[in-house]
Every structure is written in C-alpha cells, then in structure tokens.
C-alpha cells in the first residue's frame, strides 16, 4: 500500500512538470522563433521558419535602428514609461497605506470609486479624454500621455499595494507609534521596507503595461518625433518595410529587450511579492 502511495505521489509529481514543461515551450517558442527570425533573410524564413539561421544577419538590427527609427521611438517610450511609472507609485503607495490604516471619512465610498477604473475599459473614456487633454492643452505631448497612463494605472496599484498593507501585523505599525513615528513615519520606516515585493512587483506590471501601450499613444501624438516604440513597430510593419519580415522582427526583439532586463532585474522581489500574498484581502 505504501508502494502505491508513493508511486501515485511521484506520478502527480511528474504531471505537475510536465504541465509547468508544457507551458513553458508555449511561452518560449514564439519568443525564440521571433529572436532567431531577427537575423534571417525572407528567403530563410519562407524555406524553413524554425531552422537557426545559417548566417547571423545583424544588418537588420541596423536597419531598423536607424532607417525604421526605432532608436527615436525607443528614447521617446523610455520618457514616457519611466515617469508613468515614477507617478503612479509616488501616489498608489501613499493613498494605498491610507486607504488600509487610517480612518478617512467616506474612505470605503472614495476607494470603491476608485476601483470602478477596474470595470471601465479605456476604449468607452477615449472620447472624454480626447477633448480633455485638447482643452488643456496636452495633446501631442508627451505630458499628456503620461498623465493618461498614470491616471488609468492607479486604480490597480491602489487596489495591489492596499492588499499587501493589510497583510502586514498592526502591532508593527504599533510598534512605531510608540517609538514616536507619525503616520508619514510609520509608512517610511515600516510599511515600504515590508511592502517592498510588492512595491517592484506593481513597477514589473506597470512598465510592462507602459512600454506596451499603443491606442493612448495612437490617440495622444501625432507628431513622428513624439512617437513611442509601438506605434514606430506598428509604422514598420504597414509601411515601406511590410514584405522584410526580418526586419520586422528585429524591431519586435529590440522593443522587448528592456522588458526583459526590467523583469530580471526585480525578479527575486516579483516573485516574492507574488507569492508572499500580495493578492490577499
């Protein structure tokens, strides 16, 4: 009996990698066929899409760096993301930790106000937001994309870090009180060095959503020179290069290289956050 037990354990055990197998090759193999198609003539790709490439042809990354202006576009996403991303932890982290601790009038009324970005897709605000940022003044400029951003990324960074807050042990944040921390105090000293994995895991997701957004930059600028690395792959793919499929997926690998390092970057804090119960409450 013990025999049995044990073999269906290890036979659980080798379904479980062989679904984590499973999807890992879903993941990694339209990646890599994009990365290795980056150094291919069309000729190459047509004969055989998944073959390594018998010449490594970095002449497409070249080309679409400086013919396709890729090189521009990436400047302008890396100025648009950054802050986005600054703009929207300075304010979740603070209005979150208030929104869990502290007795606000009308608190539950204004966070759940809040939240209702979760239900609201950007495409049904696009119009209102149109003739806002004309009216303002902001249209082509890439203050008025950030703002935009960081407005429709509060709503889950809020609703993120608020979790994790509730998570931590009051008797901490008592603690500090005794020791004659203030509120501002007590979110400096105690609660962001505990919501750390949770804090990278929201500027993971956060830059991701940035970087990859492409109607509010379609809708915002229109001067080329403004332009962000979406729209400069979406004009590489429907213009004067639409038949150069390698060169297309040069530019494809090149706006996902800063992903990639960001991620590697924080993966240690993601992963804890993630699984430390940044979800909870």
């Known amino acids: 009996m013990r025999l049995g037990a044990h073999q269906g354990e290890a036979l659980v055990t080798a379904g479980r990698y062989l679904v984590l197998v499973l999807f890992l090759l879903i993941s990694l193999v339209p990646c890599l066929w994009i990365w290795s198609s980056a150094f291919k003539t ?18 497409n990354f070249q080309a679409a760096w ?27 982290i603070p209005a979150a930790y208030a929104f869990s601790r ?17 239900a609201i897709p950007v495409q049904a605000i696009i119009l209102p937001l149109f003739y806002h940022l004309r009216d303002l003044n902001l249209l082509n400029t890439h203050a008025g994309l ?25 008797e901490l944040e008592d603690a500090s009180r ?27 997701f956060e830059f991701m959503w940035s970087w990859n957004e492409f ?15 979406p729209l400069g792959l979406a004009l590489l793919r429907g213009g004067r290069y639409t038949a150069n499929y390698g060169l297309l997926a040069a530019g494809v690998t090149i706006a996902s290289l800063p992903i990639v390092l960001v991620y590697l ?3 240690r804090s993601f992963e804890r956050g993630i699984t430390a119960g940044a979800l909870k409450g």
């Open 178 to 204: 005794i020791d004659g921390c203030s509120s501002l105090g007590t979110l400096w000293h105690v609660m962001i060095p505990l919501a750390r994995p949770a804090i990278f895991t929201l500027l993971i």
């Open 265 to 267: 970057a924080f993966q």
């Open 42 to 59: 069309n000729q190459e790709i047509f004969a055989n899409p998944f073959r390594i490439p018998t010449s490594w042809r970095w002449d």
């Open 146 to 170: 950030i703002l935009s951003e960081a407005a429709l990324g509060l709503p889950f960074g809020i609703f993120l870090l608020r979790a994790f807050f509730i998570s931590i042990p009051r």
């Open 102 to 118: 502290l007795r606000l009038p009308f608190g539950s009324a204004v966070l759940g106000f809040l939240l209702i970005g979760f």
């Open 215 to 229: 109607l509010l930059p379609l809708l915002i600028l229109q001067n080329d020179n403004l332009r962000t690395l």
């Open 66 to 92: 400086a013919q396709a202006r890729l090189g521009r576009y990436l400047a302008n996403s890396l100025l648009v993301t950054i802050p986005t991303v600054l703009g929207v932890l300075l304010c979740t």
